[in-house]
Each structure stands twice: as C-alpha cells, then as structure tokens.
C-alpha cells in the first residue's frame, strides 16, 4: 500500500539540517552545492559562454494600474543590491521550534509564536527577517527598500542554492511609495512546478470561477551582494499579487474588512471568549476591530458547539455559501492538497463588512492542478471524488456539506465552473501560448530545468509520471500538466454522470509511517 504522506516531510528536514550548517557556520554564505543546485546554473559562467539575455520589461514607468502590471505575458527585469551587512541581516535567524512538531495524527502544528510569521518554516524554528537594499524594477529605482526571504516549502526547498523565494516592500523605508499602486512584490523562485505555470493557470481558473483571487507576472531577478556577487542572474521567478489592503480595496471596496491567513487544521474551533487565543493561529493581516474579533468567536463557537439542525439553520449567516462553495469547487477540479483541503495552510479568509459573513482567498498555488506529491499517486489525484474533496477529518467542510442547501450549491457550481471553465483543449492552448513567455526567459536557470519545463508541458505524456509519490528530487519525472487537464476532466465527468464513485483521501500519516 502506497504511503499517504502530509505536511513535514522526509525532505525538509534535510533541509532544516543544511540550515543548521549553515547557519552556525562562518560568514552569511549560502553553498551553492545544495540538493537544488542542479536547477541554478553555475556562476560565474565560464568566460567562453556568451549566455543570451532574455527580454525583459524596463518600462515600469508607463504601467498606470495593477492590472496592467500583473499580466502573465510581462516578465519584469528586477534587480536587487545589498551590501554585505545587509544580506547578513535577511539571512535566517534560529528561534525555538515548535515543541511536538510532528504529532501522531498527521496534523503539523504550522504555527509558532516564537517565530514572526506562521508556516512551516517558523516551526522548525527559522525566522526570516527584512533587511533593506536597492531594488531597481522594470527600470525605475528604488532606494532603502525592503527586501527579505520568502516562503516555507520553496525556501527549504532551495536551501543549498541561491535562488530563493523573495518578497520586496518598496513603502518599507519610504512611506506611501508605489508602483502602479502596489507596494509589496512576491517573488515565487518555482523550485517545485518545472511547468513554471501552476500559479498562473489556477488563479485565472479561479478568477474565471467569480473566487476572488491574485494576479500574477513574472520576474527575472539578478542579485548583487557586496563582496560576494556582482549582477548573479538567479532566473525566473513567479510573481504573485500580495493579498492586503490594496488587494481588498480593488476587490471588495473596502481597505478596512478582515483578513486573515489561518494556519490550523481545525479552523474555527472554539478556544474560548479571549482573543488572544486566537489570534496566533489566524493570523490578521489588517487591523481588526472589536465587532471583527468577536465574529472569529462566534463562529467557532457555533461550528464546534451548535446542534446539527441549529448550524443547518445558522450557518448561513456566518459563511458565504456561494463564495465558499465557488472556492471548495475550483479547488476539488485542481486535486490542489497544499492547502485548503489538506493541510490548514496555504489560503487567505475574509470578513465582509457588509454581509459579516466569510469567505476564502487561494493562496500558494505552485502545488496544484493534481502535482502536491505528498497526498497519493497522479493516479488517484486525477481520479479524486468531487463529492468528498478534503482529506480526513475537515469539521467546516463535513458540517457545511451536511446542509442540503450547500451540497445542492457547491455541486452546482462545480458542474458550471467545469463545463464552462475546464475546458482540456482551451487550458492547454493556454499552455502554448504562455510557454514561449517562459522559455524565453529561462536562459539563466540550468539546462535541467529547462528541459524539464518542456518536459512538464509536452503533449508527450511519461507513464513514469504517475509513480513518484513523496519525490522532490531535481531528477523526478516532470508532473505533466496537459495529461492532468484531461484525465481529471475524464474522470470529473464519469462522476457527474454517476459513473464513477471518485477517491476519498481519508487519512493523514506521519512521513514515518508506512
């Protein structure tokens, strides 16, 4: 029986270990021999190697809005200078990691109060700090920015190398300063998808639902560091529209509405009538006021205390069923297992001021379209049932979809979003047409990771691919995207039609179980 592996996995703790070394070591030097190098190419290139330039975007100055910025045929020159007490100061900083990590359920504890942000990262113990540096993006400079190391799963996954997730705040230490409005960029350093297209494909699929969700561009960084590199081309990154105020304005109208970034398996159990009990594993991202706090609580008090007939009768006051039911779709479509569905990360919650109900934002979408390889085989992904979409025990999602009003909702908007919007022969043309933008622009990473991007979106499909559960190795097949799009439309019709019954994933082990 294959394992059925989630959350902290064999992998990271590799990872963790280089940290470790690397961090009580000398200087502030990352090896650049690390489990990832085969994805960086070698620097400085050998002097006889004329690398071509890819074309970037130098005209940030003529782009007036975000949407104008955020569009997946744009791919930003970006480049960033520290000086070498400024790289020291981002480099990772050890904090006491979470006590009973790796729990006999499966259910990772992601949040540490130790640490600055929640997530995997800070439970091992590693905190990641701003620094600041000069950032010159799509040919406008900006002095005294801030920049500092991003991400969990992608951070430790390049941990040898250098080409790590990034995350720059141009307002940091020039209050109000903007870019077409936005101040935060998130740089995704794509060490997990070889397609370089999960993020951009899923978001538009959820945007194309009606789920409020981000937009993405792309960026190719160079980073110089004084005394160590002088313009290193680190290559392409993925960048995400940040999910904050300026979001919530542009989306919703109002730059004063809850947000939160939950990290918990259990969302809205009840705690307790104190906030600070809560506050840790939600996570505000805005400032909350009284009414707000109080809503968190009475929502979990009414999903973990409330009769079945009186959460039947109530829920809908608390949850916006259509946004819910639109959000819990598109991620069923997907098989996306980094979130949501499956481990308590990886998503953004709302409060709407007006309604004072809840709904959900994606989040960290490099995982999807049935390629997270710590939940099943390929196989079982393309096949998983879309009438029970989470993994194990979800209390939110087993109450909501013991009311027939959702159930009825939720299936009928996945059967629209799926006859409308998942389309095999018009999701792979999306594929085609975006694959020269990358290409293009993947000069500066190695030669693997060039292939295997061409392998990822190739229309010849590699039985092998289907067989490498829990495999993060530089060398693992290429998870194929097109073959997705077509078997999981297959299989997502044979269930519509009651012709298949779908995989359930009813269980979360510990990487050492079998």
């Not at 990352?30 to 002097?47: I, N, T």
């Not at 409020?212 to 004084?226: C, D, K, M, Q, W």
């Not at 569905?341 to 934002?361: C, H």
Request: a positive charge.
């Amino acid at each position: 029986m294959r394992k059925r592996l989630l959350g902290v996995c064999l992998w990271v703790f590799v990872g963790v270990v280089t940290v470790v070394l690397v961090l009580s070591g000398v200087g502030c030097r990352f090896s650049s021999m690390g489990r990832w190098a085969p994805l960086e190419r070698p620097w400085p290139y050998p002097s006889a190697v004329a690398r071509p330039q890819p074309p970037l975007r130098r005209d940030v100055d003529s782009i007036r809005s975000a949407s104008e910025f955020y569009q997946p045929t744009n791919v930003w020159d970006a480049r960033i200078e520290l000086t070498a007490a400024e790289w020291a100061a981002m480099q990772p900083r050890r904090v006491r990691a979470k006590p009973n990590l790796n729990p006999p359920d499966g259910k990772v504890l992601l949040s540490n109060t130790n640490a600055t942000r929640n997530g995997l990262l800070g439970a091992l113990g590693l905190d990641l700090k701003w620094t600041t540096g000069r950032v010159e993006f799509g040919g406008r400079e900006f002095t005294n920015a801030g920049v500092r190391f991003k991400g969990n799963g992608t951070f430790l996954g390049a941990i040898g190398g250098v080409k790590k997730p990034l995350k720059v705040n141009l307002s940091k230490g020039n209050k109000g300063r903007t870019l077409a409005g936005i101040s935060t960029l998130n740089f995704g350093n794509l060490c997990v998808d070889f397609s370089c297209l999960s993020d951009t494909l899923a978001y538009e699929l959820f945007r194309a639902a009606g789920v409020p969700a981000p937009r993405t561009t792309f960026g190719h960084v160079t980073l110089s560091v004084e005394k160590l590199w002088d313009a290193r081309p680190l290559g392409l990154y993925v960048m995400v529209e940040n999910v904050d105020d300026v979001f919530t304005q542009d989306r919703f109208g109002t730059d004063k509405m809850g947000l939160f970034k939950p990290v918990t398996y259990d969302l809205f159990k009840y705690l307790g009538e104190d906030w600070a009990l809560y506050k840790a594993t939600y996570d505000p991202k805005l400032a909350l006021n009284a009414s707000q706090k109080r809503r968190v609580i009475e929502t979990a008090q009414l999903l973990t205390e409330a009769s079945d007939d009186d959460f039947a009768r109530r829920a809908s006051q608390y949850f916006d069923f259509d946004e819910v039911a639109r959000f819990v779709a598109v991620n069923s479509l997907i098989s996306s297992y980094d979130g949501f569905l499956n481990n308590g990360q990886n998503f953004y919650m709302y409060l709407d001021p007006q309604s004072n109900r809840f709904g959900f934002i994606p989040w960290d979408l490099d995982c999807a379209w049935g390629e997270f390889p710590f939940m099943g085989s390929l196989e079982e992904k393309e096949k998983a049932s879309i009438e029970h979409p989470w993994v194990a025990d979800h209390r939110l999602l087993e109450r909501l979809f013991a009311i027939p009003e959702f159930k009825r909702l939720y299936t009928q908007r996945l059967a629209e979003i799926f006859h409308e919007h998942f389309i095999p022969e018009r999701l792979q043309a999306r594929v085609d047409a975006l694959a020269p933008v990358v290409r293009a622009s993947l000069v500066n990473d190695s030669d693997l990771r060039l292939a295997k991007f061409e392998e990822s979106i190739g229309d010849k499909w590699s039985a092998d691919s289907s067989s490498r559960e829990g495999d993060l190795s530089p060398n693992r097949a290429a998870h194929q995207l097109k073959r997705f799009f077509v078997r999981r439309h297959q299989h997502v019709q044979a269930q519509l039609e009651g012709k298949e019954t779908g995989v359930v994933f009813r269980s979360r082990k510990r990487p050492d179980q079998k």
